[in-house]
């Protein structure tokens, strides 16, 4: 069982920043959470996941999305149990519902090890 709760979504307009928070609350990702590397998706209606972000175990190697690059910033912290998805220079198409989840590499991307998603929480961007 995978349970990670994500927060700090919220309303903004263009050009705003927001950091959003995932904690691993119970199941196999908190009992081993420095472990993982992690990840952040987004998704909006009618598609599929989106990779966002990623962060290897020990938080030294990171990689991004094209169209995050240089705008996003992802961090963790193993004694919390926590990920991070600092987020500045938000534009309208960074508009969707975020999710964090531990990564593997698969032939199409990076992707979700285990295919259970949390909640998520949603970022809203208004031009």
């Known amino acids: 069982q995978v349970h990670l709760v994500e927060s700090g979504g919220g309303l903004l307009q263009a050009g705003d920043s927001l950091t959003l928070s995932c904690v691993a609350v119970?199941?196999?990702?908190?009992?081993?959470?420095?472990?993982?590397?992690m990840g952040w998706f987004r998704q909006v209606p009618g598609k599929d996941h989106e990779f966002v972000a990623r962060?290897?175990?020990?938080?030294?190697?990171?990689d991004y999305a094209d169209s995050v690059k240089g705008r996003f910033t992802i961090s963790r912290n193993n004694a919390k149990k926590s990920v991070y998805l600092q987020m500045d220079s938000l534009k309208p198409e960074d508009t969707a519902v975020y999710y964090c989840?531990?990564?593997?590499?698969?032939?199409?991307?990076?992707?979700?090890?285990?295919?259970?998603w949390g909640q998520g929480t949603q970022v809203t961007v208004s031009s």
């Open positions: 989840a531990p990564v593997w590499e698969q032939p199409n991307g990076p992707s979700n090890l285990y295919d259970y």
């Open positions: 119970s199941g196999r990702v908190f009992d081993s959470f420095a472990s993982y590397a």
């Open positions: 962060i290897s175990w020990n938080g030294g190697n990171t």
